[in-house]
Antibody
Framework: QLQLQESGPGLVKPSGTLSLTCTVSGGSVVSYKWWAWVRHSPAQGLEWIGEVYQTGSTIYHNSFKSRVAMSLDESKNSFSLELSSVSAADTAVYYC???????????WGPGTVVIVSS | QSVLTQPPSVSAAPGHNVTISCSGGTSNIGENYVSWYQQLPGSAPQLLIYETSQRPSGIPDRFSASKSGTSATLHIAGLRTGDEADYFCGTWDSNVYAGRMFGGGTKLTVL
């Protein structure tokens, strides 16, 4: 059974870089097409940050494009998110998810809380 | 503020039916598939509906959805206390390269 698990620091300093990894278990990360990062905060609700394709191609939300990078590591069966120049507004629960196509995410990780604070 | 507008809350008694609306525009709901998610407290979102009206395996047929023009609707029949959760709609915007988007969410209270 395919499962996703986010990992990374729960506390990031303002102006720093948020780095998260999503480890895929029960299947290969390159066996599926698109993998996504979504965050949830009380202020902004659910926000799609972007996605990485099985080949490493990426697509990002315009709002994050200048400071986001996503990548995929087949050897570690994982994909990752880096968000730079963070501020308190980036405090949220971050989820990794699988994009099944048809504008739907059918598999989600449990989520990880990231707080931006000094 | 989300481009997709949902009512902040809805409520109904157990056994009753409820609908949750998701209003958008021609460049998003109007020409793209819509998905719906249920988020129970403390949990990740779960896909309820994909491609506007299709249910993944394991989702009861009490959950159904439809679309008309630039609005989509989630229908929940025979409410149960376990249905109390936040519900989100999602789609893609073809006009501005904002990609995928979600509604602001609707809190369903089962009285």
């Amino acid at each position: 059974q395919l499962q996703l698990q986010e990992s990374g620091p729960g506390l990031v300093k303002p102006s720093g870089t948020l780095s998260l990894t999503c480890t895929v278990s029960g299947g290969s990360v390159v066996s599926y097409k698109w993998w996504a990062w979504v965050r949830h905060s009380p202020a902004q609700g659910l926000e799609w940050i972007g996605e990485v394709y099985q080949t490493g191609s990426t697509i990002y939300h315009n709002s994050f494009k200048s400071r986001v990078a996503m990548s995929l590591d087949e050897s570690k069966n994982s994909f990752s998110l880096e968000l730079s120049s963070v501020s308190a507004a980036d405090t949220a629960v971050y989820y990794c998810a699988r994009d099944r196509g048809g504008n739907a995410f059918d598999l989600w990780g449990p989520g990880t809380v990231v707080i931006v604070s000094s | 503020q989300s481009v997709l507008t949902q009512p902040p809350s809805v409520s109904a008694a157990p056994g009753h039916n409820v609908t949750i609306s998701c209003s958008g525009g021609t460049s998003n709901i109007g020409e793209n598939y819509v998905s719906w998610y249920q988020q129970l407290p403390g949990s990740a979102p779960q896909l309820l509906i994909y491609e506007t009206s299709q249910r993944p395996s394991g989702i009861p047929d009490r959950f159904s959805a439809s679309k008309s023009g630039t609005s989509a609707t989630l229908h929940i029949a025979g409410l149960r206390t376990g249905d109390e959760a936040d519900y989100f709609c999602g789609t893609w915007d073809s006009n501005v390269y904002a990609g995928r988007m979600f509604g602001g969410g609707t809190k369903l209270t089962v009285l």
